[in-house]
């Protein structure tokens, strides 16, 4: 004995009135089947075949939605194929799985490869969130109308021509993504995380930042805060590092834009910056910086206007000015054409004055040529040749 009914237009409630079906209903030795819509809050799933038991109903649903809601407790819009579905009358929820496509959440703009849970609360989801230039991954997420939180999520950047390779990655994140603001903010739930720059093979340890959905840049720290330390893991920059209070991402030309960093310590030198720039770019490749100041540790010298160009932690190479004072208490700025750095990790460098330069070192001797600077000496070494300088006097005679 079974049964085959057809619902009235507006269907028929189920489970005390907590979700509707319409259409058909089969009751035969399989069971309680139907064919049909089930119509829970602002849900609607289609399927061929839902079973219907005492405490649930299961079914794949060829096409589900969730219609967007606003007032009250908020949903985002919600549309998919193919979904595993139970509905759960007692625990007043419906459970749904992606099987061979995804979610298609917030008009389209992400697709979720997981699951989602529907309460009269609001609507959770766990999985993988892709978006256009990055994703999201998490095991529980809070979905409102166009607004996203999560307390323990990853998160990655993605960038470049096909969309494959992960630029920007970073674990255990308090996650807020707000689809109206274009906004995305993160916190560290751990105060040692690290952020991952891949294409540029650095690492920095960051308690928060923001995202910029629109121009796909990450904007990192706070201006006059104590910074945030950056580190390079390229095998040949030995752990090359510094501290940047503020610092942005440009996923499209894949470049570290660190602000406000006052110095960097490279072998025996501290580097001075004069605007606090530095640009990291691929393969940890560090931009020339100019106009800086070099303080050599445990010596007496240091170079002004220098232009470095860093290469690791015990390497960098570059000119720079460097002030002399004679024997007559004479200044004189010295022209370093090539500052670099032993293999004792010790400064040395290397000028030269031309000969059509005035320089002596004192009131009685000229010098021309060669000039070598050594961290561990305090004194110059000079290779060239001296003139003694003749006082001139002239004598007038006088007449009567």
Not at 70 to 95: H, M, R, S, W
Not at 125 to 151: F, K, R, V, Y
Not at 236 to 249: G, H, I, K, N
């Amino acid at each position: 004995m079974g049964f085959v009914k057809q619902s009235p237009p507006e269907g028929y409630p189920i489970y005390n009135g907590k979700a509707q079906f319409t259409n058909e209903i089969d009751l035969s030795n399989r069971g309680l089947k139907g064919n049909g819509r089930l119509d829970y809050l602002t849900s609607s799933a289609e399927s061929e075949d839902f079973t219907f038991l005492p405490d649930e109903t299961n079914g794949i649903a060829s096409s589900f939605n969730i219609e967007p809601s606003t007032t009250g407790v908020e949903y985002p819009d919600v549309q998919a194929e193919n979904v595993k579905l139970i509905f759960k009358p007692q625990e007043d929820q419906l459970l749904t799985e992606s099987t061979q496509s995804e979610f298609h959440i917030f008009k389209n703009e992400t697709s979720l490869k997981g699951g989602l849970t529907l309460t009269p609360s609001g609507l959770q989801a766990g999985g993988t969130l892709h978006m256009p230039t990055a994703n999201l991954i998490s095991e529980e997420m809070d979905l409102t109308h166009h607004a996203l939180m999560a307390d323990s999520a990853d998160f990655n950047l993605i960038g470049g021509e096909e969309m494959d390779g992960v630029s920007f990655k970073t674990n255990n994140l308090i996650a807020q993504l707000d689809f109206e603001e274009r906004q995305g903010r993160f916190t560290s739930r751990d105060m040692g995380n690290t952020v991952e720059f891949t294409e540029n093979r650095y690492l920095a340890y960051i308690s928060e930042f923001s995202w910029d959905m629109d121009q796909n840049d990450i904007y990192m720290g706070a201006s006059g805060s104590e910074g945030n330390r950056f580190v390079s893991t390229h095998r040949r920059q030995d752990s090359l590092e510094f501290l940047a209070p503020l610092a942005v991402y440009d996923i499209e030309s894949k470049t570290i834009q660190a602000n406000e960093v006052t110095n960097i310590e490279v072998a025996d030198a501290d580097i001075i910056l004069n605007d606090g720039f530095i640009n990291i770019r691929k393969d940890a490749e560090m931009d020339p910086l100019d106009s800086t100041m070099i303080i050599l540790s445990g010596s007496v010298h240091k170079f002004k206007n220098a232009h470095v160009k860093i290469e690791g932690k015990f390497a960098y190479s570059g000119y720079g000015e460097y002030e002399f004072l004679n024997g007559s208490e004479k200044q004189y700025t010295l022209d370093f054409h090539n500052i670099e750095v032993n293999d004792e990790q010790r400064t040395t460098a290397q000028g030269t004055i031309q000969d059509n330069e005035l320089f002596t070192f004192d009131d009685h001797f000229a010098y021309k040529g060669d000039i070598e600077l050594s961290a561990e000496d305090p004194l110059l070494t000079f290779d060239g040749g001296t003139q003694m300088l003749h006082p001139c006097s002239q004598k007038v005679r006088r007449t009567t």
